[in-house]
């Protein structure tokens, strides 16, 4: 068996970084630290938007097109009987779930306030009612986001026990497989993609919140 890469350095930057952006996000909201966890927010954005573009331009192992199987195709990744390199089909759907739930998550957001002192950008444009929607997803989403990532641990931890180490893989990018080599994309034009867009949110609607946070 040779040694091929499965990820780009995108694809392992984001999950961490997004691993790291959910944390403080998910603490920041409950304490109620707004402006960190408004920056955070918006950074997340950038990153989630990042990663649906790479899902177009990226390495195959990135593409969303990818992530659409027959369900047939998920029962025997199911039941382990499926070789693919990347993600395979349970696993996308995983992938897939998890898109939904954060940006659902992410453009709730947008549209909450804490009735105080603290507005999400986009309030100002819609009614209250739809104020009011947003901000009860917003605190329920949160659950099942949550029951997800429990989930996704859960599994990993079962292929790790049938002896396959994914986030090793996830960590270095390459593994020993003997399939053909994916095609890859530089990691760091999605980067180049990352900076625009969290420069562009950030200018947009995070100088305030940034400026309390550092001030
Ligand atoms: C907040 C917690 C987490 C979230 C939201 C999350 C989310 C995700 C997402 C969205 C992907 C797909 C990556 C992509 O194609 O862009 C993924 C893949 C993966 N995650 Fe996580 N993850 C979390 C925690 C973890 C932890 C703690 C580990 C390891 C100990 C882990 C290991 C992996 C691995 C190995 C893959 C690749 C799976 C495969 O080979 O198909 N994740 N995760
Ligand atoms: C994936 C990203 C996000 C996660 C995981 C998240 C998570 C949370 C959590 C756990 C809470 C506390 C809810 C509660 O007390 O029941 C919260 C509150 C809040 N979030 Fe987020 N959030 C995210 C993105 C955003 C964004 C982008 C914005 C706006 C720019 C935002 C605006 C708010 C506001 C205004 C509150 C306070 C609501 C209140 O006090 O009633 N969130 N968020």
Do not use: C
């Not at 195709?73 to 009987?81: H, L, N, P, Q």
């Not at 090793?168 to 625009?196: C, D, H, N, R």
């Amino acid at each position: 068996m040779g040694k091929i890469k499965v990820w780009d350095g995108f694809i392992r930057g984001f999950h961490w970084l997004l691993v790291g952006a959910l944390a403080v996000l998910y603490i920041s909201g409950e304490e109620g630290w707004l402006e960190l966890h408004f920056v955070t927010g918006y950074l997340l954005l950038a990153l989630m938007l990042t990663r649906l573009i790479w899902g177009v331009i990226g390495s195959d192992t990135a593409r969303l097109s990818r992530l659409i199987n027959p369900p047939a195709k998920v029962m025997s990744a199911i039941k382990g009987e499926d070789s693919s390199v990347g993600h395979n089909a349970a696993g996308s759907l995983m992938v897939l779930l998890f898109f939904v739930l954060i940006l659902m998550q992410l453009i709730t957001g947008l549209f909450t306030t804490d009735d105080i002192l603290v507005y999400g950008p986009l309030v100002k444009f819609v009614s209250y009612d739809l104020v009011e929607l947003a901000g009860t997803i917003h605190h329920s989403n949160i659950d099942f986001l949550i029951a997800a990532i429990a989930l996704h641990i859960t599994a990993i931890i079962i292929y790790r026990i049938k002896g396959k180490n994914l986030a090793k893989t996830l960590i270095t990018g390459s593994a020993e497989l003997s399939s053909e080599q994916p095609k890859m994309q530089p990691g760091w034009k999605a980067y180049i993609i990352f900076l625009v867009l969290a420069g562009v949110l950030i200018g947009l609607w995070g100088l305030e919140p940034l400026s309390q946070l550092v001030g």
